[in-house]
């Protein structure tokens, strides 16, 4: 594809700023544009005359329908989709869609979860468009990104929040540098850019495996033969099937004016990683949404299963998803970049410390926004960050951090160096002020967080509507702090101050290795968290010290909070129950065929060489056959005790209570049948399998 070519696809169905400002008639477009930039309300005239337009360059397009796209708390997105036709009395039609159409729509509230906010019966619900997120065309489909509330004004999404979650944090960011005198600045907008992992595999051997059509992940399977053990996976050579896929992809991502930029091989064999630019935080979830449909479109088109589960296979690494946070002003300053002398820059050391001190306090919520049945698997082991929230600030700036401690004023050996290669064919280049640390969950890369406890299914509203909040509070509290200090006193005053954040707050800051046992240890000492499951960390949504602060920040109602914690609790042990009696039928029906068909071919083998010659003793397959009915009677136990818990399990009605069951009985029977189901499976021969193997699933693309 030439260069043209992609400048012409790019954004090509987007109805975005370049479009409008061609389309609208100019006093239109400033209401518009003064609308998505400082968040005013949007006139019903004006309403009108985007809608008119906007259908008009839909309609060019060869869309026949629009729909209101919004995201409720399933994780997932939603759509309900309309014809602009309306018929007339002479039995033609008329193409309308008006300004009350694109900016309210009403789908049915009462089947979308709401945690307790709406009863069945109590049907209403509204969405109601964003202009801050560009409209774009899908299938046919004019989509008007929305948000979703209730009848009664609560949010039932996860866009609302994180609308509201950015106004907070821009308010106390413009704050900080008014008071810092720079006051030109406006608005302080968080900027997220979301690195998607998945897994790619043979879509006939997909919908061959009931465990991953109905649950994502494969409950039962013994290792193949070879996993990512000779790391030979991770950034290799793309297989032409691969590649074919990932071009199409990014055909089309471009075309919806998603900037999808990197792509690669990632760690486990058959996984992979796409990487977009950054973008505004509340277009990078309706992108990062939008790319995962993306994703599984594409694929199905190239017979592919794109798998985006946390954890789809046992032994080698799941997914997740990382997400690059930070903060740019309306004048186009990054507030993350340290600059040449981080030491010095007072400002970037006091965002540095707002966002040391927020992960902090709440780092009992960050861990809760990234909980879910399938990231519980995926975090704590050797592929992803632990439980435990720390952050890493990298070895240039753990030095400035002890110059603060030590009030070494002139410190001056954070400037980068230049990198030595030995060989002096190569460029000379400098190195960057911090290294990368895979084990930690929150590490300051450059000038930029990412947060890499995300699953690779999860949405990454939540995880930006924590961290915008938490930050806003820190940030007002150093705002309050600053405007007590006279002018004469303030860089003395504020220097001391910071001292003084470090101090409060050095506990969290970790630089090491976050997969050894010491570290767990050591984090106790710290006093920090390490909430290892959903059902451990959930509590702390509804803390009171947390409920506080997004009711503070009016990021959350009350009600709203609530409504979550029993959403997700209700989640959580809806999967597991969904896996467990997945894996019970498994068991009992596919499994158990391959075992006994194996059994009886074992039999009828050594019953045939006994008939030829009497008295043999057939020792390989007496070996064979006592091993796997070893393995069977445990399996017939493990089954037993499974459904026996599950029915026990069910009939809890405490949620919490609920889902811990799930947690430490349910998840631990499923456990351990699974070892007794894998090694009679690695006894069986392929063919006797009614579902493909691991070697299969991981190995057959080309």
């Known amino acids: ?198 897994f790619l595999i043979d879509k006939d051997l997909y919908t061959a495996r009931e465990d991953l059509l109905l649950t994502g992940r494969t409950l039962i399977g013994a290792s193949a033969p070879k996993g990512q053990e000779m790391e030979d996976h991770y950034f290799g050579v793309l297989k032409p099937k691969v590649s074919a896929f990932m071009h199409d992809l990014d055909e089309e991502l471009w075309k919806l004016g998603i900037p999808a930029k990197t792509k690669h091989n990632e760690v486990a064999p058959s996984q992979h990683e796409l990487a977009p630019v950054f973008e505004t935080a509340n277009i990078a979830v309706d992108h990062n949404q939008l790319t995962m449909e993306v994703m599984k479109k594409v694929a199905d088109k190239h017979n592919f ?124 280049f400098r190195k960057d002020n911090t290294d990368r640390n895979r084990t930690s969950p929150f590490a300051f890369t450059g000038n930029k967080f990412e947060f890499r406890m995300p699953g690779s299914a999860l949405s990454v509203a939540n995880p930006n509507v924590v961290l915008n909040t938490a930050v806003a509070e820190s940030l007002d509290q150093i705002c309050e702090k600053l405007e007590t200090f006279a002018p004469d006193n303030f860089e003395l005053g504020t220097r001391k101050y910071i001292k003084e954040l ?95 068909k194996y059994q009886a071919s074992i039999t009828d083998t050594a019953l045939s060489k006994k008939q030829l010659v009497p008295g043999m003793a057939c020792e390989l397959e007496t070996r064979i056959l006592t091993r796997l009915d070893r393995e069977a009677q445990e399996i017939g136990k493990g089954v037993e005790k499974l459904e026996k818990d599950l029915a026990e399990t069910e009939s809890i009605t405490d949620s919490l209570e609920q889902a811990k069951a799930y947690h430490e009985k349910v998840l631990s029977d499923m456990d351990a049948l699974r070892v007794h189901v894998d090694a009679a499976e690695a006894m069986i021969p392929e063919n006797d399998l009614p579902y493909p193997t691991y070697s299969k699933l991981l190995f057959s693309l080309r």
């Open 502 to 596: 470090l101090s409060a707050h050095r506990r969290i800051v970790f630089n090491g290795n976050g997969y050894t046992d010491d570290w767990v240890q050591e984090a106790e000492r710290r006093g920090l968290y390490n909430l290892k499951s959903l059902p451990d960390a959930m509590p702390s949504l509804i803390a009171p010290k947390n409920k506080e602060l997004f009711m503070k920040h009016h990021v959350f109602t009350e009600s709203e909070i609530e409504s979550r914690y029993e959403i997700y609790l209700e989640n959580y042990s809806k999967t597991i129950c969904i896996e467990a009696l997945t894996m019970i039928e498994m068991v009992k029906k596919d499994f158990t065929e391959g075992l006994f």
């Open 305 to 428: 299963a794109c798998l985006l589960h946390e954890k789809p296979f046992e032994g080698i690494n799941g997914s997740g998803k990382h997400n690059n946070w930070s903060m740019v002003t309306s004048e186009g300053e990054n507030l993350l970049d340290p600059g040449k002398t981080p030491e010095k820059n007072i400002q970037f050391l006091l965002f540095l410390m707002a966002i040391i001190k927020a992960i902090d306090e709440y780092a009992d919520i960050m861990r809760v926004s990234v909980a879910s049945a399938g990231n519980d698997h995926r975090l704590g082991a050797n592929e992803a960050p632990p439980a435990i929230v720390s952050v890493y600030v990298g070895d240039a700036l753990e030095r400035v951090l002890e110059s603060i401690e030590n009030g070494e004023v002139d410190f001056k050996s954070s400037a980068a160096t230049q990198m030595e290669t030995g060989a002096h064919v190569l460029p000379h």
């Open 1 to 198: 594809m030439s260069t043209s070519t992609i400048s012409d696809i790019y954004g090509s169905l987007v109805f975005n700023d370049k479009i409008m400002r061609e389309r609208l008639p100019k006093d239109i477009y400033k209401a518009v544009h003064k609308t998505i930039q400082n968040g005013t309300h949007l006139e019903i005239d004006v309403a009108n005359t985007v809608a008119a337009t906007m259908k008009e360059w839909a309609l060019e397009k060869g869309a026949t329908h629009y729909t209101h796209w919004f995201q409720p708390m399933t994780g997932l997105t939603a759509e309900k989709h309309d014809s602009f036709i309306s018929p007339t009395a002479d039995g033609s039609v008329l193409l309308e869609f008006s300004g009350k159409e694109l900016v309210k729509g009403e789908p049915d509230a009462s089947s979308f979860p709401s945690g307790g906010l709406r009863a069945t019966f109590e049907a209403r619900g509204y969405t109601a468009w964003d202009p801050s997120s560009p409209a774009f065309i899908k299938d046919g489909t004019l989509y008007i990104p929305t948000a979703f509330c209730s009848y009664t004004g609560e949010s039932l999404d996860k866009k609302t929040p994180l609308l509201r979650s950015m106004e907070t944090l821009s308010e106390a960011a413009t704050r900080l540098l008014h008071i810092l005198g720079k006051t030109d600045v406006t608005r302080v907008d968080t900027t997220v850019g979301s690195e998607q992992e998945y």
